[in-house]
């Protein structure tokens, strides 16, 4: 081997640590948009409940305004 083989393999090694980086940022970007796809309907039903909260329960009548 020689020297010019050697430094032709040392700059590999950083631009395998991006490619696999890259690789899985885009992995992890890739399974949240399938996620949320999967889940749309129940994101939809919390969004909902969140804009219009369920109104207060009434308060409770006391026994003796009952009699």
Known sequence: MTADQKLDSVPAAPRKLWKTSLFLVGSLALSGVALV???????????????NPAPAAPPPELEEEIF
């Open 37 to 51: 796809l999967w889940n749309r309907g129940d994101l939809s039903r919390l969004r909902h409940h969140a804009e």
